[in-house]
């Protein structure tokens, strides 16, 4: 089944206990992206990747880093979160041509207490 | 930059009536693409339909359909016979052509269906 997997799914952390979400897409998708959803603000874009080694910001990227060293991986590193950086994260992937659909994982809510 | 505006928080219609969920969007660009994504309590972000600018006919998929105004900047749902299954999220969002794929989203309606 095509998907899109992120974990944890749920978390509490600390302020300043560095975390991972993990990214994983087996459907072959050069384009991956991290967006965070907060309530009366939409989705917005945190980083994308075109391509293995190929990454850029988005629109709000302070407090992450990202890397894509395989195809079909890229992790969200918050190396000290921060209570402003609690969200539900999103995951997409396409493939960048033709119908330009994002597929989305399932999300992941974060705590940062 | 591009911005996306849902002015309709909240909506709730009757089973089986129709709905019309509004988007305006503003752009310089010519060739973009435009969506409708759909956040049911499972939170899972589902894609209900899409639009390519350079298309004059209006996209449509079962009961969902849009009204694509270019000259207007306005792309609308309308969501006929609805389901209680259509409660959910629903967020009109907007992405460029040729650029970096990245979706600039609306702030969301949230829709009640009563039964």
């Known amino acids: 089944e095509a998907q899109v997997t992120q974990n944890p799914r749920y978390l509490i952390t600390v302020t300043g206990k560095k975390l991972t979400v993990t990214c994983s897409q087996n459907m072959n998708h050069e384009y991956m992206s991290w967006y965070r959803q907060d309530p009366g603000l939409g989705l917005r874009q945190i980083y994308y990747s075109m391509n293995v080694e190929v990454t850029d910001k988005g629109d709000v990227p302070e407090g992450y880093k990202v890397s894509r060293k395989e195809k079909r991986n890229f992790p969200l590193i918050l190396e000290s979160p921060s209570p402003n950086q609690t969200s539900l994260y999103f995951c997409?992937?396409?493939?960048?041509?033709?119908?330009?659909?994002?597929?989305f994982g399932e999300g992941s809510r974060l705590t940062v207490l | 930059a591009q911005t996306v505006t849902q002015s309709q928080p909240e909506m709730s219609v009757q089973e089986a009536e129709t709905v019309t969920l509004s988007c305006t969007y503003d752009t310089s660009e010519n060739n973009y693409y435009l969506f409708w994504y759909k956040q049911p309590p499972s939170r899972q972000m589902i894609l209900v339909i899409r639009q390519e600018a350079y298309k004059q006919q209006n996209a449509t998929e079962n009961r969902f359909s849009v009204n694509f105004q270019k000259a207007a900047k306005s792309f609308s749902l309308k969501i006929s016979d609805s389901q209680l299954g259509d409660t959910a999220m629903y967020f009109c969002a907007f992405m460029k052509h040729g650029g970096n794929e990245k979706l600039t989203f609306g702030t969301g309606t949230r829709l009640t269906i009563i039964p």
């Open positions: 997409a992937s396409s493939l960048r041509t033709g119908v330009r659909e994002l597929f």
